[in-house]
């Protein structure tokens, strides 16, 4: 009886390892070669004989399941790797039933895995195929963050074409049909929001355009191919909450560091992924115009790439000179935005507000105690909010890294009313 299995040779550290295949016969022959797929060590499912698809982190002595961010990439990147896998064994299953008057030695299993490639001077029709094209066409253009959501896209249009029993999507087939069927998949299967459901269309799209550059002929439909979008729903925290955050007495020293964080947050305009990385090497003290000395933050954005050189605020140096000028304690996402809800709750932001919280993978809109709303992101969209119209546009964009005003102006929801405004001033320089 023919027996797949899946291993590494590295057991434990941060080290990329490949991934090697066992397939044996009894007796007749046992054979091990590296596969295509590699993973890093600690990653690696040695009992299951895959990629882990859950991660945990010691709290308070006992394991917790992590569920931020960077660890949902994580699941999607071993999910994808796992079914190449298996899709590989099945393979190799069929290839060994089909086989007659073949040696079976490493030759022949390479030969299984790796099959001869003709090679053509074209490019891949379907969508699946093309996003490793787009990857590598573009890769000096974009950041991580956006390569892991073409990766996200390509896996959800994987399961949609499972979903319907298709094996590809042609860029010839994405037309209103397609639309129609892909937001009732997203919205009854998948029960994804309309915002990500809009959002994953729109860069199907993108990457529709980069192949019709190559030569891949689209569907006359494909501009048509878009998804409503709806108003985002989010909260802030206002100057007054801020200060009653900052008056409070935390007893406790998670609640008293995560609220340091929070402040932090407010005071810099930036993600967790990025304010958490904050240390003091990263700053500098350097002469102003008005010949008096201030303090930088020096750092890269880990989303988007964009080289910073952040003033520090003053509330922040108060931060950092009552802890004998570091900066709190480090937290992982997960435990922060657990703690920074409580750190809310006591300071009294119990006001009963309309947003989502998470219930499992998805977002359930309700009315809610403030708190409860309350997410790591909060920093930065009180930063952009409470400033807008006290501190130039371009200033702030500096600060947050927004691109255009467009952008800056659709992530605090303020386009309607700067429409509103330049109506007015037309009225009054018109009357």
């Not at 090497?281 to 933050?297: D, H, I, R, S």
């Not at 501190?391 to 992530?411: Q, V």
């Amino acid at each position: 009886m023919l027996k797949t299995k899946f291993f590494v040779r590295h057991k434990s550290g941060e080290v990329i390892t490949p991934i090697y295949v066992r397939v044996s016969n009894g007796r007749a022959f046992d054979l091990k070669i590296a596969t295509k797929e590699t993973c890093i060590a600690s990653h690696w499912d040695g009992d299951n004989g895959m990629m882990k698809e859950r991660f945990f982190v010691e709290q308070k002595g006992k394991l917790v399941e992590k569920r931020d961010g960077a660890t949902r990439a994580l699941f999607v990147e071993s999910q994808v790797v796992n079914e190449r896998l298996q899709d590989l064994a099945k393979k190799i299953d069929k290839a060994f039933k089909e086989a007659e008057e073949v040696e079976f030695n490493t030759e022949w299993l390479k030969s299984v895995i790796n099959p001869p490639v003709v090679v053509e001077n074209t490019v891949p029709d379907d969508f699946v195929s093309f996003c490793a094209v787009f990857i590598e066409q573009k890769k000096h253009e974009i950041s991580k963050s956006y390569i892991t959501r073409i990766n996200c896209v390509k896996v959800i249009v994987e399961k949609f074409l499972k979903n319907n029993k298709k094996k590809v999507l042609k860029f010839s087939e994405i037309n209103m049909k397609f639309k129609v069927d892909f937001e009732k998949y997203c919205y009854e299967v998948m029960r994804y929001s309309k915002n990500y459901t809009f959002a994953n269309l729109r860069l199907l799209r993108i990457i529709a355009y980069q192949a019709e550059r190559n030569g891949v002929k689209l569907h006359s439909q494909i501009k048509l191919v878009k998804s409503k979008e709806e108003k985002a729903i989010f909260q802030i925290l206002t100057p007054a909450e801020l200060e009653a955050i900052e008056r409070h007495n935390f007893e406790d020293s998670d609640l008293y560091n995560v609220r340091d964080w929070l402040l932090v947050s407010v005071f810099s305009g930036q993600r967790i992924s990025d304010f958490m990385r904050f240390n003091v090497e990263m700053l500098t003290k350097e002469k102003l115009e008005n010949e008096q000395e201030g303090y930088f933050l020096n750092f890269t954005q880990d989303k988007t790439d964009h080289v910073l050189h952040l003033p520090v605020h003053p509330k922040i140096l108060d931060i950092l000179n009552k802890r004998g000028f570091q900066f709190p304690p480090k937290y992982d996402e997960d435990k922060y935005n657990k703690l920074v809800k409580t750190v809310c709750k006591d300071a009294g932001i119990t006001e009963v507000c309309y947003g989502g919280v998470e219930k499992g993978k998805r977002k359930v809109f309700a009315n809610y105690p403030k708190h409860e709303l309350v997410t790591s992101h909060i920093g930065r969209r009180s930063f952009a909010s409470n400033n807008y119209g006290k501190i130039p546009t371009p200033l702030l964009m500096t600060a947050t890294g927004h691109k255009s005003e467009g952008m800056f102006l659709r992530y605090i929801g303020k386009v309607d009313q700067q429409q509103s405004h330049a109506l007015a001033s037309y009225f009054m320089i018109n009357n």
